[in-house]
């Protein structure tokens, strides 16, 4: 079970890395007009490195059951964790709850947190 939930949490964070790299780019960065082109790239470097960085991590994730000790599936999951909390927390707080990556990201850190978890205690 903990294994499955690494693994769903992880693709789950992949598929949010997606759409967040795609949609950022479609409806954030390119209908920007009349600023600054260095304001532009800034932007768009960091909806694109946060999409690389939540993939990146999310692919850890997927990988942590099968190449992985416990120590090395704990680890993982508590850095990935991190990363899904704090964009939860950050996208709600930015978005006063509105945008639903919030509610996704918080399921991927349960998902992760589940399978941080050892299945004695479950």
């Known amino acids: 079970m903990k294994d ?10 992949m598929m949010i890395a997606i759409v967040h790299g795609y949609l950022g780019e479609m409806k954030v960065v390119r209908p920007i007009e009349g600023s600054p082109a260095s ?52 996208n709600y707080w930015a978005t006063r709850g509105k945008h639903f990556g919030w509610i996704l990201l918080v399921i991927a850190f349960i998902l992760t947190g589940l399978g941080a978890v050892s299945a004695e205690t479950i």
């Open 4 to 13: 499955a939930c690494l693994v769903i949490a992880g693709s789950l964070g």
């Open 39 to 90: 304001a532009k790239r800034i932007l768009q470097a960091i909806m694109f490195l946060s999409a690389v960085y939540w993939f990146v991590g999310s692919a850890f994730l997927v990988a942590s059951p099968f190449y992985f000790d416990a120590s090395g599936r704990l680890l993982t999951a508590i850095l990935v964790g991190a990363i899904y909390l704090t964009a939860a927390i950050a």
